[in-house]
């Protein structure tokens, strides 16, 4: 069965083809664990349903793959402590400002009168520090490897002196790893977020599959995306053969996007990170090069924060981001915790896992 056409991508006949091969292989194999890293892979999966598609021996978990959830409650206080103060504006995503911190969060802070803003990326913090001459922007910056260029290239084009980053971004194939040495969960593969493979490439999922020996197969969104990545999975399981395969064709090139990673190269470095839940991660994050020092806040300021709180009493979030639990099997889960009352980031953000179990599944 061949990569699909973009005609194909929900073609139902299509779909039920690779479910009839998913099924055939099945009959051959015990219980299989597959886990993708990426919150809008798990909201195709959930929309549509796939996992009721599947034969009963596979088994889908959904990994660290929001990265509002695994931003750590002390880059968000950090944020907050730059927030109060009278002459700096917070500009970050939309769903960044409803996330818990250890004390309040950023929506909290502009309800008590903090200037905190919503923007669509970079280019528009940056236009509010050259509209705001006498304020300073600080930019908070979250996100995988996608949103990293973007951010790299406004740093690189000299923006105005009154702007900041707060650099938060963190590196989706250090988590992988991390994963699979620690968490034992005996994982038998991988589907891989395409949109961060269009960036990176192929060469950093290949350590998965080289010596871990993990089937890793990078995907696209649509159902038959998925679907497709899974019998990928599972024929190489079942001729043993571990490879990182690309199913994301139409998009990902396998050397990736040079010039987006040339400006990456340029602007961070990667550095041991923490992410929220799940601990501090060797090269799981970014951080800004000295040379760029007069953008980065944490250079910029001197910020004093109290002792952090990631988790919230109660909550099981550092379970659900590693596909130990599912959502419904915490106790909070649609009675004190809720998109409009959300107690822990898993709940906060639309690629959040316990925010789409909260949309999709109904037990
Ligand atoms: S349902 Fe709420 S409290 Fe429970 S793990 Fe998810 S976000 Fe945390």
């Given at each position: 069965m061949d990569i699909p056409?973009?005609?194909?991508?929900?073609n139902k006949d299509f779909t039920n083809q690779i479910i009839k091969n998913i099924k055939k292989i099945c009959q051959n194999l015990n219980r299989v664990k597959i886990m993708h890293v990426c919150g809008t892979h798990e909201h195709t999966i959930s929309k549509y349903g796939l996992r009721s598609l599947l034969p009963k021996n596979i088994e889908i978990l959904s990994g660290p793959g929001c990265p509002v959830c695994v931003c750590p409650a002390a880059d968000i206080d950090k944020a907050v402590e730059l927030g109060k103060r009278k002459d700096t504006i917070i500009t970050t995503f939309g769903?960044?400002?409803r996330v818990p911190a250890t004390n309040i969060s950023l929506a909290e802070l502009k309800a008590r009168g903090a200037d905190v803003r919503i923007v669509y990326g970079p280019h528009d913090a940056i236009k509010i520090a050259q509209d705001n001459p006498n304020k300073e922007v600080v930019f908070f910056a979250i996100g995988?490897?996608?949103?990293?260029p973007l951010i790299g290239y406004e740093i690189l084009n000299t923006p105005p002196s009154n702007f900041s980053v707060i650099c938060a971004h963190k590196l989706i194939p250090a988590a992988l790893e991390l994963l699979i040495s620690q968490?034992?969960?005996?994982?038998?593969g991988f589907i891989s977020p395409g949109h961060v493979a269009t960036i990176i490439g192929l060469q950093p999922f290949c350590l998965f599959s080289d010596a871990y020996r993990i089937p890793n197969v990078i995907a696209g969104f649509e159902p038959n995306d998925v679907l497709l990545a899974i019998l990928m999975i599972l024929r190489q399981k079942i001729e043993k053969k571990y490879e990182t395969l690309n199913e994301y064709t139409r998009v990902v090139?396998?050397?990736?996007?040079k010039k987006a990673q040339e400006i990456i190269n340029q602007v961070f470095k990667q550095v041991s990170s923490p992410w929220r839940g799940i601990g501090r991660i060797m090269d799981g994050g970014l951080a800004i090069k000295s040379e760029f020092a007069q953008y980065d806040a944490d250079q910029k300021f001197d910020i004093q924060l109290p002792k952090s709180q990631d988790i919230p009493p109660g909550c099981s979030c550092h379970l659900v981001m590693v596909g130990k639990?599912?959502?419904?099997?915490?106790?909070?889960?649609r009675k004190d915790c809720?998109?409009?009352?959300?107690?822990?980031?898993?709940?906060?953000?639309?690629?959040?896992t316990c925010q789409i179990y909260y949309k999709y599944y109904n037990p």
């Amino acid at each position: 069965m061949d990569i699909p056409g973009t005609k194909l991508l929900r073609n139902k006949d299509f779909t039920n083809q690779i479910i009839k091969n998913i099924k055939k292989i099945c009959q051959n194999l015990n219980r299989v664990k597959i886990m993708h890293v990426c919150g809008t892979h798990e909201h195709t999966i959930s929309k549509y349903g796939l996992r009721s598609l599947l034969p009963k021996n596979i088994e889908i978990l959904s990994g660290p793959g929001c990265p509002v959830c695994v931003c750590p409650a002390a880059d968000i206080d950090k944020a907050v402590e730059l927030g109060k103060r009278k002459d700096t504006i917070i500009t970050t995503f939309g769903d960044m400002i409803r996330v818990p911190a250890t004390n309040i969060s950023l929506a909290e802070l502009k309800a008590r009168g903090a200037d905190v803003r919503i923007v669509y990326g970079p280019h528009d913090a940056i236009k509010i520090a050259q509209d705001n001459p006498n304020k300073e922007v600080v930019f908070f910056a979250i996100g995988f490897e996608t949103t990293v260029p973007l951010i790299g290239y406004e740093i690189l084009n000299t923006p105005p002196s009154n702007f900041s980053v707060i650099c938060a971004h963190k590196l989706i194939p250090a988590a992988l790893e991390l994963l699979i040495s620690q968490s034992k969960l005996n994982i038998d593969g991988f589907i891989s977020p395409g949109h961060v493979a269009t960036i990176i490439g192929l060469q950093p999922f290949c350590l998965f599959s080289d010596a871990y020996r993990i089937p890793n197969v990078i995907a696209g969104f649509e159902p038959n995306d998925v679907l497709l990545a899974i019998l990928m999975i599972l024929r190489q399981k079942i001729e043993k053969k571990y490879e990182t395969l690309n199913e994301y064709t139409r998009v990902v090139k396998p050397e990736g996007n040079k010039k987006a990673q040339e400006i990456i190269n340029q602007v961070f470095k990667q550095v041991s990170s923490p992410w929220r839940g799940i601990g501090r991660i060797m090269d799981g994050g970014l951080a800004i090069k000295s040379e760029f020092a007069q953008y980065d806040a944490d250079q910029k300021f001197d910020i004093q924060l109290p002792k952090s709180q990631d988790i919230p009493p109660g909550c099981s979030c550092h379970l659900v981001m590693v596909g130990k639990l599912y959502p419904y099997e915490c106790k909070l889960f649609r009675k004190d915790c809720t998109p409009l009352n959300p107690i822990g980031p898993c709940m906060v953000s639309m690629e959040g896992t316990c925010q789409i179990y909260y949309k999709y599944y109904n037990p």
